[in-house]
């Protein structure tokens, strides 16, 4: 692959490390280069067949519910991997699956959904007959060193949670997470001493289950947004068709569904509103258009 191509992706993993309050600036050291990988790592492959795992169940929210960070990504990504001929499927739990239901509208990317109590397994099966070879994980939480899964808060959240790190885990495909905050599935990859020194509740909260690739962006969303921008640069055959898929537009559209057909909350204010992680949609589409703006220079040099 070409420097031009490399350093154009490294722009994009710049755009989207931007700290928005959460003090994880030497967590964007320790992975950067991380979205290089991820993106290398889908355009290589000979077949794309990708799962999804997200949902973060906010139960102290108002009403509780899953926030808004992370299905809109994922429907993001799942849109512009379709759109190049990858299928698709998403995994969540019943807690978050009217939000994830309701990003998904107007798609048909199915859905697996995990029963509070309940195991993995069969959406283990489910995911080996559809034939994934990538798991991408984004904005989900995971397993800290104890087991419990915790919020930025401190707070275990096991009883609104399944372990979906077991299925990241499973051994069938390779393994790609996006995070902003060292709590979620595939934090695993970096020292938990590095997110306890730094991040509030660093210590209790920090993620133990890894990936193979890991995005750490400073909203998940944009992590997903960039996986698009890269694959656009990486694969000239895609990028008219992933360019398309930056649109901000359909964004607002997805966070709309979402709060208002979900609900969904803002994980960082609690509240029902068009925010992701306190950040108005206009922030979010600015980001988008950053990223096309990288791709479409690249394309054109």
Known sequence: MTTSARQAVDRIEALIQQEVGRNIAKLFEAARGGLWGAASALAAAPRLSVGFITGFYVPQGVPPAAETDGPVGVSMLAMALQRI?????????????????????????????????????????????????????????GRSADGAP?????????????????????????????????????????????????????????????????????????????????????RPDWQARLTQCLDPERDAAVLRACVHDGPAVDGVTRQRTLTVDSLPTEVHQEKLRAIRAVVEAHAAA
């Open 85 to 141: 001929g990858a299928a698709c499927r998403v995994a969540t739990d019943e807690a978050c699956r009217a939000t994830c239901a309701a990003a998904l509208q107007g798609t048909d990317v199915p859905m697996d959904v995990v029963p509070l109590g309940g195991t993995v397994e069969n959406t283990i099966a489910h995911w080996c007959g559809f034939g994934v070879t990538h798991a991408i994980a984004i904005e989900r939480c």
């Open 150 to 234: 915790r919020n930025m808060r401190g707070e275990d959240i096991s009883a609104f949670t399944q372990p979906l790190d077991d299925l990241f885990l499973a051994p069938w495909w390779q393994k790609i997470a996006i995070g902003d905050g060292g709590n979620e599935i595939g934090m695993g990859s970096l020292p938990a001493s590095l997110i306890g020194a730094d991040v509030a509740h660093g210590e209790s909260i920090a993620c133990a289950t890894p990936a193979e690739h890991l995005v750490v962006s400073g909203v998940s969303n944009w992590g997903a947004y960039a996986l698009i921008g890269a694959l656009a640069v990486l």
